[in-house]
């Protein structure tokens, strides 16, 4: 069996479930692999996801396009990349309380966003602003990640950073009312978000492998739309006890489209990263000149 280690960006939530379904059912053994999964509570983020890669601490992790941009283009670059997407859509989006106060992006002028201090995010949320109309006045702080969502739940902080098919339905389940901006509502050709990233430079010596991770994980995930209650049940005894009220047949049926179907699961359109890497340097957020396939590969795909 080859053990391989996979470093999720966040506890166990929906957009994870197919890693989990294809571990109980056997799909990576089969395929001759022991998938360890790990997650960010066990050092409260002090290593990320992506950095365990380059220390090889992980053969795997998930993180949004945008890390595997800055790797490649921090002081000592490392060669991340990305090798397939979890979501075909973007169901990320900017959350607000609902108070009569933020009606649009514009109205975060003035306002607090709590930060996870990814390189590119408060750029990005400024450039929303900017976008509705605004002047992308932000005060921004960096709180505990693993506890950004609740500094908006407490009204601590006035916006952050979520996904509609997780922190969204458990908003609805707490009968928190919230307002979400999405990125291509305000011009912002938003890329892939999570990706499985790896380290290129181990992917030809392990290509063999690394095709058959992504297979079984495919298979997880397809499997999740062929037999909606049978994943939820193989996937339930991962999620975290404080996040065990969140409605998971809402959060499934909010992602099955988004996995993609037999023919594209996973795939990375060239066309989707392309656009974004455009406008992260139109808007002078990146001045090094990177090439879509420098940052993503499907050569691992069947």
Known sequence: MKNLTLALDWTPNINHIGFFVAKEKNFYQENGLNLNIIDPTEDNYKVTPAKKVELGLADFAL???????????KTTPFNLIAIAAILKDDLSAIVVKNNGKIKSPKDLDGKSYS?????????IVKQMIKNDGGKG????????????????????FDATWIFLNWEAIEAEGLDHSVSYFKMKDYHIPYSYSPVIAANENKIQQNASDYTKFLSATKAGYLFCQEHEEEAITLFKKYVPE????INLNKALKASLDAFGNNENWGKL????????LDWIYAKDLETQKIMVQDIATNQLMI
């Open 63 to 73: 993180c949004p396009t945008e890390s595997i941009l800055s790797y490649r283009t």
């Open 115 to 123: 930060s996870y201090q990814a390189k590119y995010e408060d750029a």
């Open 137 to 156: 006045d932000l005060t921004i702080a960096y709180p505990n990640k693993l506890g950004i969502w609740d500094t908006v739940l407490n009204d601590a």
């Open 242 to 245: 404080k996040d065990a009220h």
């Open 269 to 276: 359109e060239t066309s989707v990263i392309s656009e974004f």
